[in-house]
């Protein structure tokens, strides 16, 4: 069964730092593409930042140079290292890989306060 847990969340002021992260299970974590998501209250999930097998990145033009998406592999986890974080960043934050379908964690909330 696979699963994907998010943790790190949390309430940060704008300007500030916060490190989330995502421990996978019942899959061969070294193998997936794994991403990170983001929703805003009212708004649509939207990819923040992808990371392949082999390490390569990409990132949302929103957070290019402030976030950097990161994996361990011998820890199964995945990594969001967030800084220079804004009051519009604030969102639930969701870890997500496809397989045969698209898995996704159950979020983590982060509030960034002006």
């Known amino acids: 069964q696979v699963q994907l847990v998010e943790s790190g969340g949390g309430l940060v002021q704008a300007g500030g730092s916060l490190r989330i992260s995502c421990v996978a299970s019942?899959?061969?974590?070294?193998?997936?593409?794994m991403n990170w998501y983001r929703q805003a209250p009212g708004k649509q999930r939207e990819l923040v930042a992808t990371?392949?097998?082999?390490?390569?990145?990409n990132y949302a033009d929103s957070v290019k140079g402030r976030f950097t998406i990161s994996r361990d592999n011998a820890k199964k986890s995945l990594y969001l290292q967030m800084n220079s974080l804004k009051p519009e960043d604030t969102a639930v934050y969701y870890c997500?890989?496809?397989?045969?379908?698209?898995?996704w964690g159950q979020g983590t909330q982060v509030t960034v306060s002006s």
């Open positions: 019942g899959i061969i974590f070294s193998f997936a593409h």
């Open positions: 997500q890989t496809r397989l045969a379908r698209d898995y």
């Open positions: 990371i392949t097998s082999s390490g390569s990145t």
